[in-house]
């Protein structure tokens, strides 16, 4: 038997024994004179606790060996943090890099929308003026109706040049008139500035072939120095060209709708094509002067027949239209050059009176002397130029009779110098060129064939 039950046997039987007298002792009477005199009841006797009993019972309990843990000392191996550096961060300001306002917000447009300069949406510097625009509109309205009464009257087929030049003037102020009613209107703008930026090509085209005519019908040479009257009219119309065609690339992209950068470029480009055609026209000026002189000193040798003495006025008119070209050529030097804060562009009566006038008087000065009044005839019909003759497939069955500027030599001279000279003078003596600086007076010209010109 184990010791544990032997314990908690022993222990039962204990605890029954001292239970047991006071269980079966017998009741005392409580009747009659015997009775036992009623003592004052004792306390009950406390029983020890069980623990006590079977620590007072001589039971040997065998020892119990625990074994003893040895837990071995933990050994933790140092660690060493690093000193963390955290460098201090700087916030550069915060900065919006915006484009710089070019013009001021929110303005409301005014009457006929106008706008400040400025402001944004502003499409004109100035408050134009409707009436004058209307004005130089039917200024030249009536310069458009006179040159197509002139050309029809004398048959004159290249007038339809400055027809066109009048035209373009007259259709530029018409709507510029309209814009000024509408000044939120880029249509109207933008067809305004190229129509009265471009329209000054035309008359200096048509003066080109007025020149190359003149060139042709009355110099007894039909020659400028080297140039025929065709080639002066193939190389200066071209170059015109593409004097045009630049302008019309910067005219363009300098549009009202355009922004700074395409307006500044724009303006560089227009003024580079410009500037090309005031080129043009100082040489073309160098070549009417020696064209001049050759006339004067021809006139006052008697070399020029009744017919060929009416050279002034177109001469004169020639000088008139390319001052009055160029004029306006500077204006607009001067008025881009400078910028759009400076006076030329905002003030409209610098416009009209170094743009709309001068443009007025070179077209003007045609209506005044119209080439179809002083240049008649078979000699007014220019030839086919010699590179029209080879380019052209309608021109090769005639190429043979045709002469160009040359036929008036091969009528009447051998070559250009017997042209001039091969005069017979008053004495009858032949014409040289020795005599020239002796000779003073009159010749008596010959009399000249008649000539047929297959390309009337």
Same mark, same amino acid.
């Given at each position: ?25 017998? #009741? ?10 009623a003592r004052p009841t004792q306390p009950p006797t406390p029983t020890r606790p069980r623990e006590l009993e079977i620590r007072a019972a001589d039971v040997d309990i065998p020892e119990v060996n625990i074994p003893k843990v040895v837990i071995p000392p933990v050994s933790i191996p140092p660690v060493s943090i690093k000193p963390v550096s955290i460098k201090p961060v700087s916030i550069p300001p915060l900065s919006l890099d915006l484009p710089t306002p ?38 030249f309205a009536v310069l458009l109706v006179a040159h197509v009464g002139q050309a029809l009257h004398h048959r004159s087929a290249f007038s339809w040049v400055i027809v066109m030049a009048a035209l373009w003037e007259s259709g530029s102020y018409a709507s510029r008139a309209a814009g000024s009613k509408d000044q939120q209107s880029t249509a109207m703008v933008t067809m305004s500035q190229i129509l009265v930026l471009l329209a000054p090509l035309w008359v ?23 140039? +025929? ?38 303006? *560089? ?17 160098? @070549? ?37 070209? +160029? ?5 607009? @030097? ?43 005839? #078979? ?25 160009? +500027? ?25 014409? +040289? ?6 000779? *003073? ?16």
């Amino acid at each position: 038997m184990r010791p544990c039950s032997m314990l908690a046997s022993m222990a039962a039987v204990v605890s029954l024994a001292a239970a047991f007298p006071a269980s079966t002792a017998a #009741p005392a009477s409580t009747k009659g004179p015997l009775a036992p005199v009623a003592r004052p009841t004792q306390p009950p006797t406390p029983t020890r606790p069980r623990e006590l009993e079977i620590r007072a019972a001589d039971v040997d309990i065998p020892e119990v060996n625990i074994p003893k843990v040895v837990i071995p000392p933990v050994s933790i191996p140092p660690v060493s943090i690093k000193p963390v550096s955290i460098k201090p961060v700087s916030i550069p300001p915060l900065s919006l890099d915006l484009p710089t306002p070019t013009c001021t917000p929110t303005m409301q447009p005014g009457k006929d929308g106008y706008l400040p300069p400025g402001t944004c949406g502003a499409l004109w510097n100035y408050f134009p003026s409707f009436a004058a625009a209307v004005a130089f509109a039917v200024l030249f309205a009536v310069l458009l109706v006179a040159h197509v009464g002139q050309a029809l009257h004398h048959r004159s087929a290249f007038s339809w040049v400055i027809v066109m030049a009048a035209l373009w003037e007259s259709g530029s102020y018409a709507s510029r008139a309209a814009g000024s009613k509408d000044q939120q209107s880029t249509a109207m703008v933008t067809m305004s500035q190229i129509l009265v930026l471009l329209a000054p090509l035309w008359v200096n085209a048509y003066a080109y072939m007025v020149f190359a005519r003149v060139v042709h019908f009355f110099s007894p040479t039909r020659k400028v120095w080297v140039l +025929s009257p065709s080639i002066l009219a193939l190389v200066f119309v071209s170059l015109d060209f593409v004097s045009f065609v630049i302008q019309l690339v910067g005219g363009g992209m300098a549009g009202p709708g355009s922004d700074a950068a395409s307006q500044k470029r724009g303006i *560089d480009i227009y003024m580079g094509g410009i500037g090309m055609q005031e080129a043009f026209i100082v040489i073309f000026v160098g @070549l009417i002067v020696k064209f001049h002189l050759d006339q004067v000193r021809a006139e006052r040798l008697g070399l020029l027949a009744d017919d060929k003495r009416r050279w002034r006025p177109l001469t004169y008119a020639l000088y008139v239209c390319l001052l009055a070209i +160029s004029l306006r050529i500077v204006f607009r @030097l001067v008025e881009f050059s400078s910028g759009f804060d400076g006076p030329l562009p905002n003030n409209e009566t610098y416009f009209y009176a170094l743009d709309g006038a001068p443009m007025w008087i070179a077209i003007v000065v045609w209506n005044a002397i119209h080439a179809g009044r002083y240049m008649h005839g #078979p000699d007014a019909k220019m030839p086919p130029s010699w590179i029209a003759r080879r380019l052209c497939c309608c021109c090769h069955g005639g190429r043979k009779d045709v002469l160009g +500027s040359h036929r008036r030599l091969r009528d009447d001279a051998t070559d250009e110098s017997n042209e001039m000279h091969a005069m017979r003078a008053e004495d009858g003596k032949e014409w +040289s060129r020795e005599r020239d600086d002796e000779y *003073d007076g009159a010749v008596t010209l010959p009399e000249r064939r008649p000539r047929e010109f297959p390309y009337r």
